[in-house]
Structures are given as structure tokens and as C-alpha cells.
């Protein structure tokens, strides 16, 4: 079993950064990917940002150009740098594994973080 844990969240004024992180532990074969989804309120999931165990990243179209995903290979971490932050960034942020085993991929969810852009 893998267990997520994501921090970092909080409330933050528009124009404003916040740094989120996610910490992997447990059993994991081989990382697929990992990175973030966020879910406003009334809307469905989105991607975020995630990168892949070769280390190329991918983002949603809303935040290209004002987040930047990371990772740390060693730590099982991933960190997601969030700046010029818009009030509609809020939402709850889910960080995801996806662990390869024998060829079958396996979602993991972590139990979210809040982020609130607001004045």
C-alpha cells in the first residue's frame, strides 16, 4: 500500500505563491507519474501539473506559464511552486501516484489540501 501525504496549503491573497508538497511512502514498484489535481467546488477534477519518472512535466492549460512541478527521486516527493495565484485556483488540490506494477498502473490519491486565493 502506498500512503500520500500533501501540505502546503493554505490561504493566500491573489498575485500571491504558495508551495505544495507530497511525500510517497509504502510500497511502490515504479513510479509512473506523480503530481497534482484540484477539484473547485461544483466542478469535476482536474489535472493540475504531473511528472513523470523520466521527469517531463505536463500541465493543465489554466496554469502554464504560473506553476512549476518538481520532483525528488530519492525522497518519493514531488513539489508544485504556485505563483500569480488567481482566485480561481481555489480548490481542493489531490496529489496522485501512479505506480507501475508488472505492466498494470495503479492510482494512488492523497486526501487533498486546500488552497483559498482570495482578498
Known amino acids: 500500500q502506498v500512503q500520500l501525504v500533501g501540505s502546503g496549503g493554505g490561504l493566500v491573497q491573489p498575485g500571491g505563491s504558495l508551495r505544495l508538497s507530497c511525500a510517497a511512502s509504502?510500497?511502490?514498484?515504479?513510479?509512473?507519474?506523480m503530481g497534482w489535481y484540484r477539484q473547485a467546488q461544483g466542478k469535476p477534477r482536474e489535472l493540475v501539473a504531473i511528472i513523470t519518472g523520466s521527469g517531463t512535466a505536463n500541465y493543465g492549460d489554466s496554469v502554464k506559464g504560473r506553476f512549476t512541478i518538481s520532483g525528488d527521486n530519492a525522497k518519493n516527493t514531488v513539489y508544485l511552486q504556485m505563483n500569480s495565484l488567481k482566485p480561481e485556483d481555489t480548490a481542493v488540490y489531490y496529489c496522485n501516484l501512479v505506480d507501475e506494477v508488472k505492466r498494470i498502473l495503479v492510482n494512488y490519491w492523497g486526501q487533498g489540501t486546500q488552497v483559498t486565493v482570495s482578498s
Open positions: 509504502g510500497t511502490i514498484f515504479n513510479i509512473n507519474a
